[in-house]
């Protein structure tokens, strides 16, 4: 289902597809915007339902936590943080994520969920994010401490499939929804592959890794893939936000 909307004034026109797929609770909001404002910035806001007294904010591997409130002077300078695909709040009854594709400042305070889209500073770049725009960013429901679909819908949006719908195998898979296969590529020696994995919930686990890539043996290594030892697929244990990379021999 989709419902086109459109916002225009004498500085900016902003047209909207706001999208429900099929089998999916993730309304995505498709953006195009023509921005021509001066000293004005461009936000979306939201008032979850479900709001608690910390918000996750997503980082490269993992997330961090900060407080929702603005009890004292460092918590008010907290007026916009960072996050790169997602922001997610949640009470003990379930959660709202945020969720974007190339807009990080986000604003999460008492009550309030809000996304920087666009500013128009004079200074030091007089022509900062003036012209046309293109951009997407969405928002999910999720339930009590289930993290593990926000960091899913997160990477869906920032990747989606380039050839529409289809159905293969995955070359890897995990048993742990919270382990995330970052990165499959040929090993930097020029021989074997190489998988990248990280536990993004902030807890150990151990899972299994299964791959129908082709290898005789298959090692841990260090980031530049050198060699640390076996590495036992059937059992892989990770400390929270542990980054672990697997060279897979030939």
Known sequence: VTRRQVNRSRTFTVEQDVILEAGSDVVRFDTRVEWHATHRMLRAQFYPTHFGATAKSEIQFGHIERVTTENDSVETAQFETCAHKWIAIEDDRGGFALLNDSKYGHRAKNGLVSLNLLRSPTFPDRTADRGSHSFTYAFAPFAKDDLAKVVREG????????????????????????????????????????????????????TTLSTRLPHSAAYLTDLVERPLGAADLGALTLTPFEIVTILLEP
């Open 155 to 206: 990477y869906r949006l920032n990747n989606p499939l380039a050839v529409g719908h289809v159905v293969f195998d995955s070359f890897a898979r995990v048993a742990d929804p919270g382990v995330v296969i970052e990165t499959i590529k040929r090993a930097e020696t020029g021989t074997g592959t190489v998988l990248r994995l990280y536990e993004s919930l902030g807890r150990t686990t151990t």
